[in-house]
């Protein structure tokens, strides 16, 4: 009889082989007393159980990033509805052939805001060119919400590089789908908002945010906040696009107002370049200029 044992042994029952057995058997997956309960949808599901949905939803993404080595992340936020010069281009020609003025005006909107996709791309690019030859632990990874528009344009420009880059998505009335510029692996799916921004924090040393909607201004102010109340380590915070964030915000309203301090303006930079962006993320952590790891075989 075989008596050798082995530190790292499994001890407990294999959960998933006996979920495949019950499978196979032809057993459906049903609200049923006796099924396993963490192999019961209808019963994970109920109101009673929100917390652990909670913690799973912690857990999962946060576990697959320790994994692959995710420890450090830029996070780049902005409008899922920006697409490519190309495409915005065909969506104009399409808009005047059709004749609707409606049509053209947003056709119209979506080739002026294109030029924010390309930008997007190569800032993508150049924090996987900086990374990619350092070790893993000291590695800078694209970060984002993992929809379209801007979010593509980022994931994208780190997968021209073939380096891994994150995609945090989330379950919406409108589906909103993974794009496909996300390292597999790497593409995670919420249910909660909250535990979706938990997530962009967790490894976030830097916060860019180009153009976008509610949802961009919602982790924007999401993350001034948190640092501004010291709940977070303070973090380069970069808004792109002058000319837009100068005709959405005039903060100077609340420092008048009395509502923020006059330094509480500084906790953020506005940027209309790709470089610009990636120069104040490196004079903030007092990086090396280029390919530190390269260059010295260590970290930046």
Not at 99 to 122: K, M, P, V
Request: proline share 5%; hydrophobic share 40%.
């Amino acid at each position: 009889m075989e008596t050798t044992q082995h530190l790292s042994e499994q001890r407990l029952a294999d959960a998933w082989a006996e979920l495949q057995a019950h499978a196979n058997g032809g057993n459906a997956l049903q609200a049923d007393a006796y099924r396993l309960a963490f192999a019961d949808p209808e019963f994970l599901l109920r109101r009673e159980t929100r917390g652990i949905r909670f913690q799973l939803e912690m857990l999962k993404p946060d576990l697959a990033q320790q994994e692959a080595g995710i420890e450090n992340t830029i996070v780049v936020f902005g409008s899922a509805r920006f697409r490519e010069p190309a495409i915005a281009r065909e969506r104009l020609a399409e808009a005047e052939a059709s004749g609707d003025t409606q049509s053209i005006a947003r056709a119209r909107a979506l080739l002026r805001n294109a030029h924010f996709y390309d930008q997007a791309r190569e800032f993508g690019r150049m924090v996987a060119r900086y990374s990619k030859g350092c070790p893993r632990e000291d590695q800078l990874f694209i970060c984002t919400g993992g929809g379209p528009g801007i979010m593509e344009a980022a994931n994208r420009g780190a997968h021209d590089e073939g380096v891994p880059n994150v995609g945090l998505n989330i379950a919406l009335p409108h589906e909103q789908s993974a794009n496909p510029y996300i390292t597999p692996e790497l593409s995670f799916k919420f249910h909660y908002f909250a535990l979706r921004k938990m997530h962009f924090m967790m490894r976030a040393k830097a916060l860019v945010a180009f153009p976008g909607g509610f949802g961009t201004l919602d982790e924007l102010f999401e993350v001034i906040t948190l640092v501004q109340c010291k709940k977070a380590k303070p973090v380069p915070i970069v808004l792109f696009g002058s000319d837009y964030w100068g005709r959405l915000l005039d903060l100077e309203v609340l420092v008048e107002e009395g509502t923020i301090s006059r330094e509480d303006l500084d906790l953020f930079v506005v940027v209309d370049d790709p470089k610009a962006a990636w120069d104040h993320i490196v004079r903030f952590y007092n990086l090396p200029p280029a390919s530190p790891c390269r260059a010295e075989g260590k970290a930046a």
